[in-house]
């Protein structure tokens, strides 16, 4: 379903001793449909790095991305860009603090144009553990896991074929990681997703996981398989 064909990304940085980072170096990778694959590196190995890239919010310094085989291009516009979602480490990011989760939650219908109702919003939110007490509420007032629960919904009303997951459970305890795991698994049983896992933890890429990229200095440098009968 995607691939990348010698993907790289340097960033520049500095005004007068311009300082370049190589964060990324020939990156091929393929994704399948409705597959799980890891992608295991430390921290700085350049991992938030491509998901920007497969997501189309950052643009390559060298390759290129296929989708179904077709070459993507930035901007990504249309059915491209509902797509391929991401689902960030720190949702506080995804989300505007002043706003309630309604507001927040019907975002991506406006600017997508697509209608709903009360009923599908209802729906989206109890996939991801939410009720309807929680809509007025404003995101200030919800808990780290409640919130990434709350970028989950929005993300999977876009109904994406890609969901790129940058260490989503890292920031949250023990208890909400359990539970954004399951809600993960139990959506892509229902609706047959393909994810990027991200994350530094072998143990959750193997949880869910059917192989795993593993990336060091922006190099992918092996790929491990999990059997999970
Ligand atoms: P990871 O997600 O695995 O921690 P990143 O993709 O965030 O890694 O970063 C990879 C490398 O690129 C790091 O050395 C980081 O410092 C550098 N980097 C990331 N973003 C930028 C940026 N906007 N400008 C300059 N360097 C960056
Ligand atoms: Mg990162």
């Known amino acids: 379903m995607l691939t990348t064909h010698n993907l790289s990304k340097t960033y520049s940085s500095g005004m007068l001793l311009r300082q370049s980072t190589h964060a990324l170096k ?40 296929f989708f179904h085989g077709q070459r993507v291009r930035m901007p990504y516009r249309g059915a491209l860009r509902r797509s391929i979602q991401m689902l960030y480490q720190h949702p506080e990011t995804a989300f505007d603090p002043c706003w309630s989760l309604k507001k927040s939650i019907l975002e991506p219908f406006r600017l997508h144009k697509i209608p709903w109702t009360e009923a599908q919003i209802r729906e989206l939110l109890g996939q991801v553990g939410l009720y309807e007490e929680h809509l007025s509420r404003n995101l200030r007032a919800l808990s780290g896991g409640e ?44 609706h047959g997703t ?10 959750v890429i ?11 200095k922006g190099v992918l440098t092996g790929e491990e398989r999990y059997n999970h009968e």
């Open 26 to 65: 020939d990156v091929n990778l393929r994704i399948g449909r409705g597959e799980t694959v890891g992608l295991f590196g430390e921290s700085g190995s350049g991992k938030t790095t491509l998901a920007n890239l497969i997501a189309g919010a950052l643009e390559p310094t060298r390759g290129e991305i």
């Open 206 to 216: 193997r949880h869910l996981c059917d192989r795993c990229y593993i990336l060091e």
């Open 147 to 190: 919130l990434q629960r709350a970028a989950l919904a929005r993300v999977m009303a876009m109904e994406p074929e890609l969901i790129l997951l940058d260490e989503p459970t890292s920031m949250l305890d023990s208890i909400s990681q359990a539970q954004v795991l399951s809600i993960l698994k139990r959506y892509q049983q229902q």
């Open 194 to 203: 393909a994810y990027l896992l991200i994350s530094h933890d072998k143990q």
